[in-house]
């Protein structure tokens, strides 16, 4: 089973930075516009705002720990998922077409994410944030070919 990059964390918790910064905002207002608990504004989203990161880094640490993939014979197995775990298998059969990504922050960070589409309904396709930009290339690559050498297989067969 592989892993991810180890940077990918850094995206994850930037992302959690601010959602962090929003909620303190939010519970500044909220504080001192509708709720008037007597405390200091500022306490209340500044406590909100270290609620909010401390659990984002360790929701991006675990969700780190968890994640992998491996490229199978005749699947690509993923598993991923901190409070709901996730397996994925995707039979090459069904992939249709495989792209890397990459983010203002995946680019600045070196980092792709590679995007394999599959036939089925809408929004079926599957993600591996966090590869080095070669190693996406490299993985779609190999994704396409199995996928290719799949079809042609099967159109032998009949």
Do not use: C
Not at 20 to 36: C, N, P, R, T
Not at 126 to 133: A, R, S, T
């Amino acid at each position: 089973m592989k892993s991810l990059e180890i940077r990918i964390r850094n995206v994850w918790m930037l992302y959690w930075l601010i959602a962090s910064a929003v909620a303190g905002v939010v519970a500044y207002f909220l504080d001192s516009i509708v709720l008037e608990l007597g405390l200091e504004s500022m306490y209340l989203g500044a406590i909100a705002f270290l609620v909010f990161i401390a659990l984002g880094v360790a929701h991006s640490i675990y969700r780190y720990r968890i994640w992998g993939y491996e490229v199978r014979e005749d699947s690509l197995y993923l598993k991923k998922g901190v409070f709901t775990r996730v397996r994925t298998i995707v039979p090459y059969a069904r992939v249709q077409h495989v792209d890397t990504q990459r983010s203002v922050l995946e680019r600045i960070l070196n980092l792709s994410t590679l995007v394999v589409y599959t036939a089925g309904s809408r929004g079926s396709d599957v993600k591996i944030p966090g590869l080095k930009p070669g190693v996406a290339e490299k993985l779609q690559d190999e994704l396409k070919d199995r996928a290719t050498e799949f079809e042609l297989g099967r159109e032998d067969a009949v």
